[in-house]
């Protein structure tokens, strides 16, 4: 039997934020999600310019269910100064060990892909219309100068003079 979610605003984990050090956290052992050294720089980029925006997911003993990524970047000294070394934290009750390890393939597999056109829309309208440079998009996209071009191109431009 699958249990129920919690109702109401107030019974939703998010209600519950806590600020605990990640010294007090502990990584699972069991996550297969892994991260290529892009992705992580991205992470470290969007941690420092856009702050903590999205809590770990932890059960009772502190060991993480999900954020596992953001969690080690913690230590890095840019973003570990950010809130001193403390970390949002939703604490998911009564989860037992199989709930926490559904609850960490869900969160891997339900975060989606970028749709190319789409991306080849956005990078088109932050030059053309916000006037960011290619090397922006590039230094806080975590993209690489030939993926920039082939998007920019893509969103109608044929011919560059």
Request: glycine content about 6%; aromatic content about 6%; some cysteine.
């Amino acid at each position: 039997m699958t249990p129920a979610a919690p109702r109401g605003r107030d019974q939703q984990p998010i209600s519950t934020v806590t600020w605990i050090h990640r010294d007090e956290l502990r990584a699972n052992d069991y996550n297969p999600n892994t991260q290529a050294p892009p992705e992580h720089d991205l992470l470290k980029v969007s941690l420092l310019e856009d702050g903590w925006t999205q809590p770990l997911l932890v059960r009772p003993d502190l060991e993480i269910i999900d954020g596992f990524h953001r969690f080690t970047l913690s230590a890095d000294p840019q973003v570990y100064a950010l809130t001193d070394g403390y970390l949002p934290c939703v604490v998911k009750q009564h989860a037992t060990r199989a709930d926490q390890m559904l609850a960490t393939i869900r969160a891997n597999r339900a975060r989606g892909e970028h749709g190319v056109l789409r991306m080849a829309d956005i990078v088109r309208d932050m030059v053309d219309v916000e006037g960011l440079t290619f090397q922006q998009i590039m230094d806080r996209c975590g993209m690489e100068k030939e993926e920039v071009t082939r998007l920019y191109d893509r969103g109608g431009m044929t011919e560059r003079g």
